[in-house]
């Protein structure tokens, strides 16, 4: 731990996870620049490549967000021309996305990026250990956490 760090911080384990990710986010952020895309746009348009046509609240519940997040952070790159949305043609009620030509040359740029950034990761974390942090990080995110009652009546 840094001798910045203030005392009791890493008693919170939200506190110390919110500062892993912001100093893992702008690493990834900074590697991944040379794109024009941030590492959390990288992620997404890998997702809906992956995804193959993803419903966009599929997405959102993948990636645990809100359709309004989801919706803010695809504006630039449905702007940019990386993606589009359409009607699902089973059922007009869903949207999904898609990447488009432009799209899916901007991810493979941003991934030959991004593998730096994993790999440079990997080499300082161990790549077992990284496999465990995200096996770990994976669990801690499919938990329903809900509001404990203690908390509901403060």
Not at 40 to 67: C, F, K, N, R, Y
Request: proline letters at 5%.
């Amino acid at each position: 731990m840094s001798k910045d760090a203030l005392p009791g911080l890493t008693l919170c384990n939200n506190a110390v996870l919110r500062r892993a990710t912001r100093k893992l986010g702008q690493f990834y952020d900074d590697v991944v620049a040379p794109s024009g895309l941030k590492a959390t746009q990288q992620g997404l348009l890998s997702q809906i490549h992956i995804g193959d046509e993803p419903a966009m609240g599929a997405i959102a519940a993948a990636l645990v967000m809100d359709l309004s997040a989801l919706g803010h952070t695809l504006k630039p790159l449905i702007r940019d021309g990386y993606v589009e949305t359409f009607t699902d043609p089973d059922d007009r009620r869903i949207k999904r996305v898609r990447l488009t030509p432009q799209g899916l040359i901007k991810l493979e740029e941003a991934m030959k990026l991004w593998r730096v950034a994993q790999q440079r990761f990997e080499d300082m974390v161990g790549k077992e250990q990284a496999a465990m942090l995200r096996a770990a990080l994976d669990d801690i995110a499919a938990l329903d956490f809900g509001i404990p009652p203690a908390a509901q009546s403060a």
